[in-house]
C-alpha cells in the first residue's frame, strides 16, 4: 500500500503543526518501510513501475557446510550492526556521575536497572516481520583513567616502608571491579537484562597496570517478538563512596554490534 498522501500533506507556512502530526507521520513512515512498499500491478496501482523489481542480490543465498557435519542452512536473515573504530575521536567516555551505584563491598546493580546505561554504539531498534530468533555479538577494547590511589609517584617516596604500602595499595586497586557490562532486551515490556551476557570492568591501579586494558566480547541467542524490539549493550559505574578517588574516567574503544535476525 503506498504512503498515505493525507498523512504526509503539504505544510502551509500558516498551518498549525502539533505532536500528534508528528507522531502519525512517524508512523505512517514506519508502515509504509517496514513492508508497506509494494509493486505495481495492472489492476492496482503500487511503488514500484516494474512488477519484477525483486532481483538476485534482494535473495539471501543458503549456507553450504561440508565435513564433518554436512548440511545446508537456508534460512533468510536481516543483519542489523553497528561499529566504532578504534581511534579517539569515536571514543566513548563514561564518567562517574553518570549511571553510578555506590557499593563498599561489590554485589552488582541487577535490582538498580536506572545505573545501567546504553554504551554508544552498541544499541539499535529492530523491527521483525514475524517472531524470530537473533543472534546478537558484540564486542569492545576498555580501560579506566584518570583514578588516584592517593600515592602519585612512588620513585618520590623516601621511605621504604612507605613505597611498600603504595605499591600494596595500587595492587589492591587494580583487582576492583569498578563496573559492569550487560545486554538488555525490550520486547515491549521494558527493558530487561540478559544472563550470561555480564563483563566486568577492572581498576587500572592508577594507570600501573596496562594487563587490565580489557577487551570483552559476547554472543548470546535470544528471542524477538513481531515489531518493534530494543536491544543494547549497557555499563553501569561503580563508586565505594560519593568522594571516591580511585577511579574516574572509563574509555570504551573499537565497538562493534550485530544483530542477526533469523527467520523460518
Not at 16 to 26: K, P, Y
Not at 60 to 65: A, D, L
Not at 155 to 170: G, P
Amino acid at each position: 500500500m503506498p504512503i498515505d498522501e493525507t498523512i504526509f500533506a503539504d505544510v502551509a507556512s500558516n498551518d498549525t503543526i502539533d505532536a500528534s502530526d508528528i507522531r502519525n507521520r512517524f508512523r505512517e513512515l514506519q508502515r509504509f518501510v517496514n513492508g508497506g512498499i509494494s509493486p505495481r500491478t495492472v489492476t492496482l496501482g503500487g511503488d514500484f513501475e516494474d512488477t519484477d523489481f525483486i532481483k538476485t542480490q534482494h535473495i539471501e543465498k543458503p549456507e553450504f557446510y561440508g565435513s564433518p557435519h554436512p548440511r545446508v542452512e537456508a534460512i533468510s536473515s536481516d543483519t542489523i550492526f553497528r561499529r566504532r573504530s578504534n581511534n579517539r575521536l569515536d571514543r566513548y567516555y563514561r564518567h562517574e556521575q553518570i549511571g553510578s551505584v555506590l557499593q563498599d563491598d561489590f554485589s552488582g546493580a541487577d535490582n538498580k536497572l536506572s545505573a545501567w546505561q546504553p554504551i554508544d554504539g552498541m544499541a539499535a531498534t529492530v523491527f521483525c516481520r514475524e517472531a524470530c530468533t537473533a543472534m546478537v555479538m558484540g564486542s569492545f577494547y576498555v580501560h579506566d583513567s584518570g583514578g588516584s590511589d592517593g600515592y602519585a609517584n612512588l620513585d618520590n617516596l623516601r621511605s621504604a616502608t612507605t613505597r611498600q604500602e603504595a605499591a600494596y595499595t595500587r595492587a589492591m586497586l587494580a583487582g576492583r571491579v569498578i563496573g559492569e557490562t550487560s545486554l538488555f532486551l525490550d520486547t515491549g515490556s521494558g527493558p530487561s537484562l540478559v544472563d550470561n551476557t555480564k563483563r566486568r570492568i577492572f581498576s587500572r591501579g592508577e594507570q600501573a597496570y596496562n594487563c587490565r586494558r580489557i577487551n570483552h566480547s559476547f554472543t548470546i541467542p535470544v528471542s524477538l517478538s513481531k515489531g518493534e524490539n530494543k536491544i543494547s549493550y549497557r555499563f553501569y559505574y561503580r563508586l565505594k563512596r560519593r568522594d571516591d578517588e580511585g577511579v574516574r574516567h572509563i574509555y570504551f574503544d573499537a565497538r562493534n554490534f550485530v544483530v542477526d535476525c533469523l527467520y523460518k
